[in-house]
């Protein structure tokens, strides 16, 4: 597999368009309504956190093996076709869920999840960004993607909060667990629906731009093997991993402000969904900002501001009625956790990994990367349950310094194989 395999110039404005819809509306259903309605989604299924946890570890079970075997589909078929199937089959899950099936039903719903929005579709979408953003313009890129999966799920955040709002019969205070469950089967329905029409989108106006196919004679497994021998691939999964434990504690902030800052449902809703706005304004700067620099500056300069964020939460300094220091603390931990999200995949070009094995890589580093869809949420549930009020949030957030840690640790790593790769590559230019 050549190293210096070329990427074409930048896609059309409509595909990236149909990409960023796609990237968040496929985990509508699993997890941006968790997030954004955590204790109303815990009364309505009957949960504790420690059994929601379960939930998303059961997704990260199936994906994990997904992300390798849908990686390598992803170097050999047209992405939109991949990513259109993922999206219909979602959907479908959606009817499931909107009948309150029992736990054992949900754990088979989540698990189906963790095939339905990883094997089809997550390589699929990864390689069509890169391949949008062409030779020069990979921050951009997966800064808009990311920034525009943002603002899709802070839109579909609110436009939720408004129609559990709008069926709710009495204010949320005087409703029963009844009216709060008719009233959510309305958001889950809407949702199941958004992200099936999105589907049909995908399939009849995204444009099949893929042309770098690996060979068929090229085994799934010397793939994985080569990528394997890759430095950079094994520094991003612990960026990734670092990162992605950052997101993972962005679903209790709802909880944070009903439990910690005594917040009624709607209210804390509103937080869950409010704080998802600053995801696409954190990534469109960095899409703006980034230019042609090197990426993993600007990671740094995410692990070091997650880090100070997380300390506010983990010493216990964020308690009732600090509305302020609440606000700005949450802001801080979002800003370095969404700067993160919105590049570490665009180093992948500074890396020196190559386009023509981008899925089999992303599977790789995925099967790292996102582990703490397996262990983060149980922990997290464990230790919100285990410790309740602000004790067991402060837990959490310990746990957010020392992967922040990791993550800095990783990223400056990445900074110095750059640098020594980059003067490698001129000296091979200079002897040619």
């Known amino acids: 597999i050549a190293l210096k395999d070329p990427i074409r110039q930048k896609g059309s404005f409509l595909s990236i368009i149909l990409l960023i819809l796609s990237g968040e509306l496929i985990f509508l259903l699993p997890y941006v309504l968790a997030r954004i309605f955590r204790p109303t989604f815990l009364e309505v299924f009957n949960l504790t956190n420690l059994q929601l946890g379960t939930l998303f570890s059961v997704y990260g079970a199936v994906a994990l093996v997904s992300y390798v075997y849908g990686g390598a589909i992803s170097d050999r078929f047209q992405p939109k076709n991949l990513i259109a199937s993922s999206l219909f089959f979602t959907a479908i899950g959606g ?32 390689k069509a960004a890169r391949v949008w953003g062409g030779d020069q313009n990979q921050g951009e890129a997966f800064g808009l ?19 559990f709002s709008l069926f709710l019969v009495n204010d949320i205070e005087l409703s029963s667990t009844i009216e709060r469950k008719n009233a959510f089967r309305y958001v889950i329905l809407f949702s199941s629906f958004i992200v099936f029409v999105n589907g049909i989108l995908v399939l009849f106006f995204m444009k099949s731009n893929q042309k770098e196919e690996i060979k068929k004679t090229t ?8 990528v394997l021998k890759i430095k950079s691939v094994w520094l991003i999964m612990l960026i990734i991993i670092s990162a992605y434990v950052g997101y993972k504690v962005t679903d209790i902030y709802s909880l944070y402000a009903s439990e910690v800052m005594l917040y009624n449902q709607v209210e804390a809703a509103n937080i869950g969904s409010l704080q998802l ?19 993993i500056y600007y990671i740094i300069f995410g692990f070091i501001t997650m880090l100070i964020g997380a300390l506010f939460f983990a010493l216990g300094l964020v308690q009732a009625h600090m509305n302020f220091i609440f606000f700005l603390s949450l802001i801080v931990v979002a800003t370095g956790t969404y700067a993160i999200r919105a590049l570490y995949f665009s180093i992948m070009q500074e890396g020196h990994i190559p386009l023509a094995v981008t899925g089999t890589a992303v599977g790789v580093i995925s099967v790292v990367g996102y582990t703490p869809d397996i262990f983060a949420s149980p922990i997290i549930g464990y230790l919100l349950d285990t410790y309740p009020g602000i004790l067991g949030h402060q837990y959490v957030f310990i746990i957010l310094v020392l992967f922040s840690i990791l993550g800095l640790l990783a990223s400056l790593k990445f900074s110095k194989l750059v640098q020594k790769l980059n003067t490698e590559q001129l000296d091979l230019m200079k002897a040619d």
């Open 95 to 126: 009817l499931v869920l909107a009948i309150y099936p029992s736990y054992f039903v949900l754990q088979l719903l989540y698990g189906y999840w963790g095939f339905t929005t990883v094997f089809l579709f997550w390589g699929a979408m990864i």
């Open 145 to 163: 993607l990311d920034g525009g999966r943002g603002l899709v799920a802070a839109a579909m955040g609110s436009l939720g909060v408004l129609i």
């Open 219 to 226: 085994s799934t497994l010397s793939n994985v093997k080569a």
């Open 277 to 295: 706005y600053l995801r696409p304004l954190v990534c469109i700067v960095i899409a703006l900002v980034a230019g042609k620099k090197k990426y």
